[in-house]
């Protein structure tokens, strides 16, 4: 097999003429009375994209949960529940306003957090759950939906990983109190850096939407009435959303085709296990992850740099957060730190295609003497 001289990058947008074009026009003509023309723009397209009243283009995802947090008045001395296996900013975000993640264990299937494990963890200072979509598969929201309801908990949605994806024939980003959404350029949208705030409740909407801009009182001109954050994002990156949100069917149409790319060669061998989808879930596939077994003697930081070798970029299944210095803990999460070792996730830009993955594909059955 020869190997291929140009690396095949693990991520990346699909960027066009569209694009190009929408943020040509912010750069042109948006400014002065139109400065936030392209933001409101984005926010209303966004909203109704997701299934929701309100919405708020921030910064980043970690500012949209952080602002969910801080809305819903969480603060130190509570407990929010959170997967085990998530990206570090779902844990950071509940660390910002002093409260305490409590880490629970993933579905072994889904690989988002298992429901069956909540309620043994929830106490007199539990205030929420912060359930997340992980690698484009919805939680099981219905279930986390009854036991929030049950203990009169909040839920705040990280949906960072979720655009496209389904529930029900709903979004995630619209079952809970709040939620935020990413558009980091590794998401399936992009607009380099970013995130959107989102909720139904217009009281919350009016305190994040405040919070998120320095604190200030809308109705009156440079008046602070709080302290707040600088969380906005700006016209031009609201202007790259707007573009890639009319394209998102055919952005979440190639995710899927690319993991079904993978699929067809990599189903059928023992001991590599894929990306599940419930039956009543719509999984974008955001990225195509591949679980090794133990037998195969390789774990995920090995077989990365393997993959290196033939110029393939992998990156490691998400480490459980409770094994991390600024949130280490002891736990019993066997799920999670079971499969987190042998874990990666495989290329899956946009600009990939089908004879790229048949090389990834080779090199990864010739790295584990797969026949």
Same mark, same amino acid.
């Given at each position: 097999?020869?190997?291929? +001289?140009? /690396?095949? %990058? !693990? @991520? ?13 026009? $912010?750069? &042109? ?97 539990? +205030?929420? /759950?912060? %359930? !997340? @979509? ?13 036991? $929030?309801? &049950? ?221």
């Amino acid at each position: 097999m020869k190997k291929i +001289k140009k /690396i095949i %990058p !693990v @991520t990346g947008p699909s960027i066009t003429k569209l694009e190009v074009r929408f943020v040509n026009e $912010a750069v &042109k003509n948006g400014w002065f009375e139109n400065s936030n023309k392209y933001i409101k723009w984005f926010e209303k397209e966004f909203a109704e994209y997701i299934g929701v009243k309100y919405a708020i283009a921030t910064s980043s995802c970690s500012g949209a949960l952080h602002l969910a947090l801080l809305g819903l008045g969480v603060k130190k001395g509570d407990e929010v529940i959170v997967p085990d296996i998530t990206w570090a900013a779902s844990a950071a975000a509940i660390k910002y306003v002093g409260a305490k993640p409590v880490f629970v264990d993933i579905d072994p299937y889904t690989w988002c957090l298992d429901p069956s494990k909540i309620e043994r963890v929830i106490t007199e200072r539990t +205030k929420a /759950i912060m %359930p !997340v @979509t992980i690698y484009g598969h919805p939680p099981a929201m219905n279930e986390i939906i009854d036991i $929030a309801q &049950k203990h009169q908990l909040y839920i705040i949605e990280d949906a960072a990983q979720s655009i496209g994806s389904k529930y029900y024939d709903k979004r995630p980003g619209s079952f809970g109190d709040a939620a935020g959404f990413s558009f980091h350029g590794t998401k399936i949208m992009t607009t380099g850096e970013g995130g959107m705030f989102v909720t139904n409740n217009k009281e919350l909407f009016l305190k994040v939407d405040s919070l998120s801009n320095e604190g200030k009182d809308p109705n009156k001109l440079f008046w602070i009435l709080r302290i707040g954050y600088k969380y906005k994002m700006t016209n031009l990156q609201a202007a790259l959303g707007l573009a890639q949100l009319k394209r998102i069917d055919e952005l979440v149409t190639k995710k899927r085709q690319i993991f079904n790319w993978y699929k067809q060669r990599l189903q059928n061998i023992d001991g590599i296990t894929l990306n599940a989808q419930m039956p009543h879930c719509y999984n974008t596939y955001w990225m195509p992850t591949v679980i090794i077994n133990k037998r195969y003697g390789i774990k995920k930081e090995r077989l990365m740099k393997k993959l290196k070798e033939y110029n393939i970029i992998s990156r490691p299944f998400f480490y459980p957060l409770s094994s991390m210095p600024p949130f280490k803990i002891k736990v019993n999460n066997p799920i999670a730190y079971n499969l987190s070792p042998y874990g990666i996730n495989l290329p899956s830009g946009q600009n990939l295609n089908e004879q790229k993955v048949d090389y990834i594909c080779n090199c990864l059955f010739k790295i584990l003497k797969v026949k």
